[in-house]
Nanobody, 118 residues
Framework: QVQLVESGGGLVQAGGSRRLSCAASGTIFSIDFMGWYRQAPGKQRELVASITKGGRTNYSDSVKGRFTISSGNAENTVSLQMNSLKPEDTAVYYC????????????WGQGTQVTVSS
């Protein structure tokens, strides 16, 4: 079973930057979508950034202009560069990959905590 492993979380001061990375433990074929979600305490999980197999990116209004998603040079990797961080960006960040072959697979990472101090 392929697993997604996130890294890069931690504590950062407001205004600072952080880069999250997500790598698959094995090969995922026919990737159609890669995204980063986040979930703050007491809130629903929300999609903050995504990239399709065609390279089209999309961002939530709350992070547009501050976050950048990219797929890595290595296969099955995706990163999230977070700049100008705010305390409201504090959340657990999850990596998500969807593959669409003959069967649709939806992979999730275990999450990585990002805490932004004011």
């Amino acid at each position: 079973q392929v697993q997604l492993v996130e890294s890069g979380g931690g504590l950062v001061q407001a205004g600072g930057s952080r880069r999250l990375s997500c790598a698959a433990s094995g090969t995922i074929f026919s990737i159609d979508f890669m995204g980063w979600y986040r979930q703050a305490p007491g809130k629903q999980r929300e999609l903050v950034a995504s990239i399709t197999k065609g390279g089209r990116t999309n961002y939530s209004d709350s992070v547009k202009g501050r976050f950048t998603i990219s797929s890595g040079n290595a296969e099955n990797t995706v990163s999230l560069q977070m700049n100008s961080l705010k305390p409201e960006d504090t959340a657990v960040y999850y990596c998500n990959v969807i593959s669409r072959g003959s069967v649709i697979y939806n992979y999730w990472g275990q999450g990585t905590q990002v805490t932004v101090s004011s």
